[in-house]
T-cell receptor
Framework: AQTVTQSQPEMSVQEAETVTLSCTYD???????LFWYKQPPSRQMILVIR??????QNATENRFSVNFQKAAKSFSLKISDSQLGDTAMYFC??????????FGAGTRLTVKP | GAVVSQHPSRVICKSGTSVKIECRSL??????MFWYRQFPKKSLMLMAT?????????EQGVEKDKFLINHASLTLSTLTVTSAHPEDSSFYIC????????????FGPGTRLTVL
C-alpha cells in the first residue's frame, strides 16, 4: 500500500529565515505525483507545489521549492524567506492510480516574528 | 486553479437528525469526488470515493449506511450523515479529482458539523 510519512509534528522558524519540512513515501509505482498542501487556520486546503516523479528537476514555486530524491523516496519542502502567513499545517500527499490521495500526518509550522 | 464549493460551511444539529452536505465543482466537470473527515489537529482521512453515476467506494471502517454519498451529476456530490450522533461531529472536506495527467485534487472549504 502507498504510504506517506511526515516525521516532524511541529516546527518553527523565524520570519525571513528558511525552513525545510521532511516527507518520505513508499510506492510501487514508477510514474506518480507528489504534492505539498498547506492548511491555514481557515482549514482550506491550498496546493503549494507539485512534483512529477518522472521529472528529475525539482519543482519550484516562488519561495517554495522541493528536494525530490526518487531513489530515497524523499520529498522535502523548503520555504525560503518565511513569512507570518506561512504559519499553517503542511501536508505531504501522493495520489494512487485513481487519484485517491494519501496524506501524511502533517507538520505544524509556526513562523515567529 | 479550479474552484470547489461546499455547503453549508457550518451546521449544528440535534442527535438523531440527518444532515446533507453539498460539494460542487464550479468551473469544471469532476467525474470523481472524494470525501474526507478531519479530526482536530489530525490529517485528512479518506472516507469514500464518489464516481458520477455509480455507487461510491467506501474506505474500510466507514459505514456506508451512516454516510450516504450521491454523485448525481458531473458537478455535484452530496454526503448525508444519517441519524447523526455526537461522535459524528467533525470537519468534513470534499475534493474533486483533476485530470489523471495532473494527478491532484481541488479541495472545498470544508464543513464543520456539530451534533448536540
Amino acid at each position: 500500500a502507498q504510504t506517506v510519512t511526515q516525521s516532524q509534528p511541529e516546527m518553527s522558524v523565524q520570519e525571513a529565515e528558511t525552513v525545510t519540512l521532511s516527507c518520505t513515501y513508499d510506492t510501487s509505482e514508477n510514474n506518480y505525483y507528489l504534492f505539498w498542501y498547506k492548511q491555514p487556520p481557515s482549514r482550506q486546503m491550498i496546493l503549494v507545489i507539485r512534483q512529477e516523479a518522472y521529472k528529475q528537476q525539482n519543482a519550484t514555486e516562488n519561495r517554495f521549492s522541493v528536494n525530490f530524491q526518487k531513489a530515497a523516496k524523499s520529498f522535502s519542502l523548503k520555504i525560503s524567506d518565511s513569512q507570518l502567513g506561512d504559519t499553517a499545517m503542511y501536508f505531504c500527499a501522493s495520489p494512487l492510480y485513481n487519484n485517491d490521495m494519501r496524506f501524511g500526518a502533517g507538520t505544524r509550522l509556526t513562523v515567529k516574528p | 486553479g479550479a474552484v470547489v464549493s461546499q455547503h453549508p460551511s457550518r451546521v449544528i444539529c440535534k442527535s438523531g437528525t440527518s444532515v446533507k452536505i453539498e460539494c460542487r465543482s464550479l468551473d469544471f466537470q469532476a467525474t470523481t469526488m472524494f470525501w474526507y473527515r478531519q479530526f482536530p489537529k489530525k490529517s485528512l482521512m479518506l472516507m469514500a470515493t464518489s464516481n458520477e453515476g455509480s455507487k461510491a467506494t467506501y474506505e474500510q471502517g466507514v459505514e456506508k449506511d451512516k454516510f450516504l454519498i450521491n454523485h448525481a451529476s458531473l458537478t455535484l456530490s452530496t454526503l448525508t450523515v444519517t441519524s447523526a450522533h455526537p461522535e459524528d461531529s467533525s470537519f468534513y472536506i470534499c475534493s474533486a479529482g483533476a485530470s489523471v495527467n495532473w494527478g491532484g485534487q481541488f479541495f472545498g472549504p470544508g464543513t464543520r458539523l456539530t451534533v448536540l
